[in-house]
């Protein structure tokens, strides 16, 4: 009997100043026992020299790791975009939203896969906020709080039905990827997440959540600017008013 060749799994991770903590992240996927497993870090040349270290774990391990360097610092989402495209153009069957700072457990990915092999889900979410999941307690209570806000935000003027909506962990299956048109999303920052959320919705595609602990990071600082934040608080009533001008996306 022939056995179906695994799918190829992409893991794609923005990099910017994160050279102390790509290293551990590559380990932790290399040990998650996943075959056709890659990670692909797109560096937005870090002037930290992340860029040179995610080189030199794709030339020890050209199987595993993959590097796509970009020449400036362009924002979160057009990082996941060209990644993402990368990794559809090359073939994925799933690609995998990962945060390079170390706050996403990367052990999870396993039960994600499951869930889009056993179940109709266009999409897997890592969640802190349905029944087993958590943040640490070493996480900055006004950060809290602004996730929590976040959440409640986007979900009454969105009616996404999503406990995280603004998560960063998630494992998609590439026909979903390509349903909701991901590389003509322009939503940058965290923004980008939630619009990647609503399409999903909007096109009809089931999302499933399991829980996760999130970590606050390690190395390195948070990308979280006010600009970033004033482009969250926009970014919903554009999508709604969008919405209501244009057609359904296909499904």
């Known amino acids: 009997m022939n056995v179906p060749p695994a799918p190829r799994v992409v893991v794609v991770t923005p990099t910017y100043n994160e050279r102390e903590n790509l290293p551990i992240l590559a380990?932790?996927?290399?040990?998650?026992?996943?075959?056709?497993?890659q990670l692909l870090v797109v560096d937005d040349n870090s002037p930290?020299?992340?860029?040179?270290?995610?080189?030199?774990?794709?030339?020890?391990?050209?199987?595993?790791?993959?590097?796509?360097?970009?020449?400036?610092k362009d924002g979160l989402g057009r990082a996941y975009v060209a990644g993402i495209s990368r990794a559809?153009?090359?073939?994925?069957?799933?690609?995998?939203?990962?945060?390079?700072?170390?706050?996403?457990?990367?052990?999870?990915?396993?039960?994600?896969?499951?869930?889009?092999?056993?179940?109709?889900?266009?999409?897997?979410?890592?969640?802190?906020y349905i029944a087993g999941g958590s943040a640490a307690?070493?996480?900055?209570?006004?950060?809290?709080?602004?996730?929590a806000?976040?959440?409640a935000y986007v979900n009454?003027?969105?009616?996404?039905?999503?406990?995280d909506a603004t998560a960063g962990f998630k494992a998609w299956r590439a026909e979903t990827l390509r349903a909701i048109e991901v590389s003509s999303i322009r939503s940058n920052g965290y923004a980008f997440q939630v619009e990647m959320n609503y399409r999903t919705v909007r096109a009809g595609i089931r999302i499933v959540e399991?829980?996760?602990r999130f970590e606050e990071r390690n190395e390195g600082s948070s990308k979280m600017t006010l600009g970033v934040?004033?482009?969250?608080?926009?970014?919903?009533?554009?999508l709604l008013l969008g919405h209501r001008r244009r057609p359904a996306l296909p499904g």
């Open 210 to 212: 399991t829980p996760i």
């Open 137 to 147: 307690g070493e996480w900055a209570w006004h950060r809290r709080l602004l996730s």
């Open 149 to 151: 806000w976040a959440n």
């Open 27 to 37: 380990d932790l996927l290399a040990g998650v026992g996943i075959a056709n497993l």
């Open 88 to 128: 559809l153009a090359e073939g994925a069957d799933v690609v995998v939203q990962i945060d390079a700072d170390l706050s996403h457990p990367a052990a999870v990915i396993p039960e994600m896969l499951r869930l889009l092999q056993t179940t109709d889900a266009g999409v897997v979410i890592g969640s802190r």
């Open 156 to 163: 009454t003027i969105l009616r996404l039905h999503v406990k």
């Open 229 to 238: 934040q004033i482009e969250s608080a926009l970014m919903p009533w554009r």
């Open 48 to 72: 930290d020299g992340t860029g040179l270290v995610a080189d030199e774990l794709a030339a020890r391990s050209p199987d595993q790791v993959a590097v796509l360097h970009r020449t400036e």
